[in-house]
T-cell receptor, first 112, second 113 residues
Framework: KAGVTQTPRYLIKTRGQQVTLSCSPISGHRSVSWYQQTPGQGLQFLFE???????NKGNFPGRFSGRQFSNSRSEMNVSTLELGDSALYLC???????????FGPGTRLLVL | DQQVKQNSPSLSVQEGRISILNCDYT??????FLWYKKYPAEGPTFLIS?????DKNEDGRFTVFLNKSAKHLSLHIVPSQPGDSAVYFC????????????FGKGTMLLVSP
């Protein structure tokens, strides 16, 4: 099986812009979670989608949003980018009745 | 308040010896624990996990021990190899479902030849 894929791998944006990141889960996995990794805060949970519905949400502002499509692919969107949004954004998928999440390679976002 | 703590930011070990990475947690609702290995600018790679109903799980050179009463888990790597050099993250789940991982800050392991 192919692993979790994320596009793009690298992205440079300026303050105030918005960005959309994409994640394709492992085939058959319906749960997709997003995480942000920064040097200061470490790995933090953003939100989880399951069957096109947001099931859990972390402690992030409303500028961070996401969605999931019927094929389980997910996108996350960050609006009005701030310098502090520069981070590695990771997507993970999990199979039904499984406890382990598998991560993609991440998207490195740099906000200038 | 950090619910998952890895108190050692770094660990240096010689090749062939045992590496022991430690992790403490505070949330008693966690019932599933995982270790991931990570290189810079890459996604975490799953290594091994353990359910709270067990106290030990082995997979090749990797063994995870769980002490529920102490809210402590450890990852043992025997024998350590230079290719094991990476950042190791402890993660926990179960309090909000298994798709919500709470991570420690990581321990950088350096295995020297």
């Amino acid at each position: 099986k192919a692993g979790v894929t994320q596009t793009p791998r690298y992205l440079i944006k300026t303050r105030g812009q918005q960005v959309t990141l994409s994640c394709s889960p492992i085939s058959g996995h319906r749960s997709v979670s997003w995480y942000q990794q920064t040097p200061g805060q470490g790995l933090q949970f953003l939100f989880e989608y399951f069957s096109e519905t947001q099931r859990n949400k972390g402690n992030f502002p409303g500028r961070f949003s996401g969605r999931q499509f019927s094929n389980s692919r997910s996108e996350m969107n960050v609006s009005t980018l701030e310098l502090g949004d520069s981070a590695l954004y990771l997507c993970a998928s999990r199979g039904d009745s499984q406890e382990t999440q598998y991560f993609g390679p991440g998207t490195r976002l740099l906000v200038l | 308040d950090q619910q998952v703590k890895q108190n050692s930011p770094s660990l240096s070990v010689q090749e062939g010896r045992i590496s022991i990475l430690n992790c403490d947690y505070t949330n008693s609702m966690f019932d599933y624990f995982l270790w991931y290995k990570k290189y810079p600018a890459e996604g975490p790679t799953f290594l091994i996990s353990i359910s709270s109903i067990k106290d030990k799980n082995e997979d090749g050179r990797f063994t995870v021990f769980l002490n529920k009463s102490a809210k402590h888990l450890s990852l043992h790597i025997v024998p350590s190899q230079p290719g094991d050099s990476a950042v190791y993250f402890c993660a926990a789940s179960g309090d909000s479902g298994y798709s919500t991982l709470t991570f420690g800050k990581g321990t950088m392991l350096l295995v020297s030849p």
